[in-house]
């Protein structure tokens, strides 16, 4: 059934569903068009409704091969919408869902298309905030890439940013989703072109491995280690391009790459990786372990206790095909509740610890234990010694010869012997 979104505008069906809205096919006055139309709560508040205006030269000034563009933007009454470049073809997401990992070449390359959306929006002074492969759409229109890869595009630019109104969000909430949030964000600080760069690189890692590296489990434990881990290694990698996701992984922002020397890095490693199989990685068939959470991440149960919401397991890898309860890390969460000051701090410490001086903590904690040791030893040495004394007094003081502090002997009664009488 047809719809009209303002003036220029009909839908007719929808054709996707996001964490901000729903993606309907659309006609314009130029031709096809998909336009994403925000959640009804959305489009009720001002303060976004402003903003929503207010970025509107941004986005739709945003114009590149490798970018969904944004033709136009809406609002009208109770709608609020973003008219787009209607793209022939599927996310990402269900490409992985359908197909499972890529080829290497494949991945690299896909991925490298999307460095190039980044770098043009990174340009223009706009942060993505949400990269995941939701939001990465695969152009069959377009002639493929190599390794026979479709061209990729990126989308949903300025949603995440829009959604983080302060009205809605203040300064204890997080945007975005948990299984690609780099770690700056999780400490608080404001979101930067670096947080681009960690999650398209766990989205790499995704199409590579089969799971993101620190997803999986309850809420708290994903942020935790995305600021305490180190990125697990992906075995049978090259080591050029294990270098390249090890390096945009970094917990700090300022050792990432930019996103156009990532996407120049990236295709500097596609001839190396001609012909090489998808990976298959004997971890992704081990049981899930159980995890119970700390108590310092158990205060992000409130984000996986809502309706439908299911216990979850932490395991070697994130599924990519669909299950009967979905893996609420991989939404987008616009509720979830930011750390503490005392959280944060002592992610950040314990980051910081592991970064700046691993080798001096394990001397420190072998110190340490070298203490305890001899403590322990001089406590024994005591506790014998004393004991050694005890049993040689008790010893001594048992002896009859010794004459004195020994028992007294045994009292022996007698009768007086008679005196004879004196003869005369």
């Given at each position: 059934m047809a719809r009209k979104i303002g003036s220029r505008y009909t839908v007719h069906q929808v054709i996707g569903r996001g964490s901000a809205g729903t993606v309907w096919l659309g006609e314009g006055p130029d031709g096809p068009v998909a336009v994403k139309l925000l959640r009804e709560d959305l489009a009720s508040d001002q303060v976004l409704v402003g903003r929503f205006v207010q970025e509107r030269a941004a986005l739709t000034g945003l114009d590149h091969p490798r970018v969904v563009g944004v033709h136009d933007m809406v609002v009208d009454g109770d709608d609020l919408a973003l008219v787009m470049e209607l793209v022939h073809g599927s996310d990402l997401r269900s490409r992985l869902e359908r197909e499972g990992v890529l080829a290497p070449q494949a991945a690299v390359s896909v991925i490298a298309d999307v460095a190039d959306g980044l770098a043009a929006a990174h340009a223009a002074g706009i942060v993505h905030r949400d990269v995941k492969p939701e939001n990465v759409m695969l152009d069959?229109?377009?002639?493929?890439?190599?390794?026979?890869?479709?061209?990729?595009?990126?989308?949903?630019?300025?949603?995440?940013?829009?959604?983080?109104?302060?009205?809605?969000?203040?300064?204890?909430?997080?945007?975005?989703?948990?299984?690609?949030?780099?770690?700056?964000?999780?400490?608080?600080?404001?979101?930067?072109?670096?947080?681009?760069?960690?999650?398209?690189?766990?989205?790499?890692?995704?199409?590579?491995?089969?799971?993101?590296?620190?997803g999986g489990g309850?809420?708290?434990?994903?942020?935790?280690?995305?600021?305490?881990?180190s990125v697990p290694p992906v075995p049978g990698l090259p080591d050029g391009l294990w270098r390249i996701i090890a390096?945009?992984?970094?917990?700090?922002?300022?050792?990432?790459?930019?996103?156009?020397?990532?996407?120049?890095?990236?295709?500097?490693?596609?001839?190396?990786l001609a012909g090489l199989p998808?990976?298959?990685?004997?971890?992704?068939?081990?049981?899930?372990?159980?995890?119970?959470?700390?108590?310092?991440?158990?205060?992000?149960?409130?984000?996986?206790?809502?309706?439908g919401a299911h216990r979850r397991r932490r395991g070697p890898a994130v599924p990519?095909?669909?299950?009967?309860?979905?893996?609420?890390?991989?939404?987008?969460?616009?509720?979830?509740?930011?750390?503490?000051?005392?959280?944060?701090?002592?992610?950040?410490?314990?980051?910081?610890?592991?970064?700046?001086?691993?080798?001096?903590?394990?001397?420190?904690?072998?110190?340490?234990?070298?203490?305890?040791?001899?403590?322990?030893?001089?406590?024994?040495?005591?506790?014998?010694?004393?004991?050694?004394?005890?049993?040689?007094?008790?010893?001594?003081?048992?002896?009859?010869?010794?004459?004195?502090?020994?028992?007294?002997?045994?009292?022996?009664?007698?009768r007086p012997v008679p005196t004879p009488p004196a003869s005369h």
């Open positions: 069959l229109a377009e002639p493929p890439g190599p390794g026979g890869a479709p061209r990729a595009k990126l989308t949903d630019f300025g949603i995440a940013r829009l959604v983080d109104a302060p009205r809605r969000t203040r300064a204890t909430r997080i945007i975005g989703t948990p299984d690609y949030l780099a770690p700056e964000i999780i400490e608080g600080l404001e979101p930067r072109a670096a947080v681009d760069i960690y999650a398209l690189a766990t989205v790499l890692y995704e199409l590579l491995a089969g799971f993101t590296p620190f309850h809420t708290g434990a994903v942020l935790r280690r995305h600021v305490t881990e390096e945009c992984l970094a917990k700090a922002p300022a050792s990432r790459l930019r996103a156009a020397e990532l996407a120049d890095r990236l295709r500097e490693q596609l001839p190396a998808p990976l298959v990685l004997p971890a992704q068939g081990r049981p899930p372990v159980e995890e119970v959470p700390t108590p310092g991440e158990a205060v992000y149960a409130e984000a996986d206790t809502g309706t990519l095909v669909p299950a009967p309860a979905p893996d609420s890390t991989r939404d987008t969460h616009t509720s979830l509740r930011r750390p503490s000051a005392q959280e944060l701090a002592a992610y950040a410490a314990e980051s910081r610890a592991q970064r700046a001086a691993p080798a001096s903590a394990h001397r420190r904690g072998r110190r340490a234990l070298v203490r305890r040791r001899r403590m322990l030893a001089v406590l024994l040495a005591v506790v014998l010694l004393l004991a050694g004394a005890a049993a040689a007094y008790t010893a001594f003081a048992a002896d009859p010869a010794n004459g004195s502090g020994g028992p007294a002997p045994a009292a022996t009664s007698y």
